[in-house]
């Protein structure tokens, strides 16, 4: 069993910074696809920011594209997300998530979930 743990989410002003980072722990037994998704009240669960197992590549919802990034840690299967010119309709929960393959985070499938960090953004 894998655990993920976000930290990070605070509240902050329209045009701040943010840096939010999970950590993964419990039997890790591959590198794994890893990203980002988050949840308004009333709204879906929406991908931002996804990231290969292998390579690294990265993808991104157009809503954050140019401000927000996604990273591997210093140990594997640990994420951050550096997130600038943060605006109010960036405010959710944001959790981070694994899955074996890429297709199957984005499908989320077959995917761990985090518990999730709040971001506040303020007008």
């Known amino acids: 069993q894998v655990q993920l743990k976000e930290s990070g989410g605070d509240s902050v002003q329209a045009g701040g910074s943010l840096r939010l980072s999970c950590t993964m722990s419990g039997h890790i037994e591959r590198r794994y696809a890893m990203g980002w998704f988050r949840q308004a009240p009333g709204k879906d669960r929406e991908g931002v920011a996804t990231?290969?197992?292998?390579?690294?590549?990265?993808y991104y919802a157009d809503s954050v594209k140019g401000r927000f990034t996604i990273s591997r840690g210093n140990t594997q299967n640990t994420i951050d997300l550096q997130m600038n010119s943060l605006k109010p309709e960036d405010t959710a929960v944001y959790y981070c998530?694994?899955?074996?393959?890429?297709?199957?985070?984005?499908?989320?499938?077959?995917?761990?979930w985090g518990q999730g960090t709040q971001v506040t953004v303020s007008s």
């Open positions: 998530a694994a899955a074996p393959t890429w297709v199957e985070l984005v499908r989320k499938s077959n995917t761990y």
């Open positions: 990231i290969y197992a292998i390579g690294d590549s990265t």
